[in-house]
């Protein structure tokens, strides 16, 4: 069992930052492919950014490519999305999920693929 821990969220204003961090604990780190999504209200769950194990590679949806970067850090079991040039429509829940690795380098943009999620943490974005 894996349990994910987000932080970060809060209220900023249309072309401000933010940083979300995840923590993961119950299994080896360095083993699970981790991944953000968002779910802003009547819409679907949608994936943003995922990273490999060993942090070696990254995948982004096409809306937040060039502004949000994906990173890991295996010593602290924490993945980070750091978030840049936010717009209103970047309003939402915001998910940290894990998924083991099938192999290295293995990453999903797949929802259905990952076991374990976090309980979220909100991000509202400000016009």
């Known amino acids: 069992q894996v349990q994910l821990v987000e932080s970060g969220g809060g209220l900023v204003q249309a072309g401000g930052s933010l940083r979300l961090s995840c923590s993961a604990s119950g299994r080896t780190f360095s083993t699970l492919a981790m991944g953000w999504f968002r779910q802003a209200p009547g819409k679907e769950r949608e994936f943003v950014a995922a990273?490999?194990?060993?942090?070696?590679?990254?995948r982004y949806a096409d809306s937040v490519k060039g502004r949000f970067t994906i990173s890991r850090d295996n010593a602290k079991n924490t993945i980070y999305l750091q978030m840049n040039s936010l717009k209103p429509e970047d309003a939402a829940v915001y998910y940290c999920?894990?998924?083991?690795?099938?192999?290295?380098?293995?990453?999903?943009?797949?929802?259905?693929?990952?076991?374990?999620w976090g309980l979220g943490t909100q991000v509202t974005v400000s016009s």
């Open positions: 990273v490999s194990g060993n942090g070696g590679n990254t």
């Open positions: 999920a894990a998924h083991q690795e099938t192999s290295v380098f293995s990453v999903s943009v797949f929802r259905s693929m990952y076991e374990y």
